[in-house]
């Protein structure tokens, strides 16, 4: 357990010191907005990084976002960039909604305050928290996704084909 958040924490680590290198206006600027592929493109890419970061795979979502994004032909970059939603600071918070959201699915009635969150608990409520993580995913990588094209759709300016008759004149 502790490789696998040590090489999660690694991986965020390289992501955040190049994002820092660059500055995050011109991060955003290069890898979102003038990356290949169209604003449906962007956005399922978008919605596969977020659906990664919050599912229950800690220390895979490094290979499973760049793996699934190669294996759909999606962009890599946003897909890992999207997939490191759940930094550390975070996990908390999260892992204490996912059990919210899990809690009826399960059949759980356990109610338990943020403050009562220990991995003790987290451990003895593990479906309850993987159930509910799942849901909490596919809910973000939704909204998000959606979100996401609609800004990329809007801030993008759509080129129409040139018509042959004009290639001919030119």
Do not use: C
């Amino acid at each position: 357990m502790r490789n696998f958040i040590k090489n999660s924490w690694q991986s965020q680590k390289v992501f955040y010191r190049y994002m820092r290198k660059k500055g995050l206006r011109r991060f955003v600027k290069e890898n979102l907005f003038q990356s290949e592929g169209s604003a449906e493109l962007k956005a399922k890419s978008i919605a596969l990084g977020v659906f990664i970061g919050f599912s229950p795979f800690w220390g895979l979502h490094t290979i499973l976002a760049i793996s699934l994004s190669a294996l759909l032909r999606l962009n890599k970059t946003l897909t890992f960039i999207s997939a490191q939603i759940t930094v550390p600071p975070l996990l908390p918070i999260v892992l204490y909604v996912s059990m919210l959201i899990g809690a009826p699915f399960v059949g759980s009635d356990k109610s338990f305050s943020l403050t009562d969150l220990t991995l003790e608990v987290a451990k003895l409520h593990l479906i309850q928290y993987a159930v509910g993580s799942l849901i909490l995913a596919t809910a973000m990588a939704l909204i998000l996704g959606l979100l996401s094209f609609l800004l990329l759709r809007k801030s993008t300016p759509v080129t129409k084909p040139e018509s042959p008759a004009k290639k001919a004149r030119l």
